[in-house]
């Protein structure tokens, strides 16, 4: 009896594993596709932002206002899109690449320029060290001169 058991759950699962094995070849085609695509999305979309950052600041010195950097940003990174055979993009996402490279740029640019800077004469800094009260040390450690050991300080 346990031996029939055996046999009849041993063939159950050689079955179950067939047809998922199955379905699996079926569909692989639909399942590569789509990862395909979802590769090829990843690929546009970084290409878009990494040629937003080159555009806004090769535009940036230019004598164009900022509606026409932007559209002038979008067009060229829509050309890049065609000439590299990548797939369309909508323009609001163009837009949003290129207003982000933009924010990251002025961003960049008041980190490494700070706003505020402080001028500090000499006599300014001397008369503050005048001011300055003397720090007390309590309980410092002794050192004995005539100790040259070179052991853990004990």
Same mark, same amino acid.
């Given at each position: 009896m346990n031996q029939q058991l055996s046999n009849i759950i041993t063939q159950a699962l050689v079955l179950v594993i067939g047809a998922i094995y199955t379905y699996y070849q079926q569909h692989k085609s639909k399942v590569d596709a789509q990862v395909k695509d979802n590769q090829a999305a990843k690929a546009t979309l970084d290409v878009v932002n990494r040629t937003a950052q080159f555009i806004v600041h090769d535009l940036e010195a230019g004598d164009l206002d900022n509606k !026409?950097? !932007?559209?002038?940003? +979008?067009?060229?990174i829509k050309t890049t899109l065609t000439v590299l055979g990548? =797939?369309? +993009? =909508?323009?609001n996402v163009i837009s949003g690449a290129v207003e982000s490279a933009v924010s990251a740029m002025h961003l960049a640019y008041q980190t490494a320029s700070p706003d505020a800077t402080v001028? +500090?004469?000499d006599e300014q800094i001397a008369s503050a060290v005048a001011q300055a009260t003397p720090v007390e040390v309590v309980n410092a450690p002794t050192i004995d001169p005539e100790e040259t050991g070179g #052991? =853990?300080? #004990?």
């Open positions: !026409q950097k !932007q559209a002038s940003a +979008v067009n060229t990548l =797939p369309a +993009v =909508p323009e001028a +500090v004469t #052991g =853990p300080i #004990g």
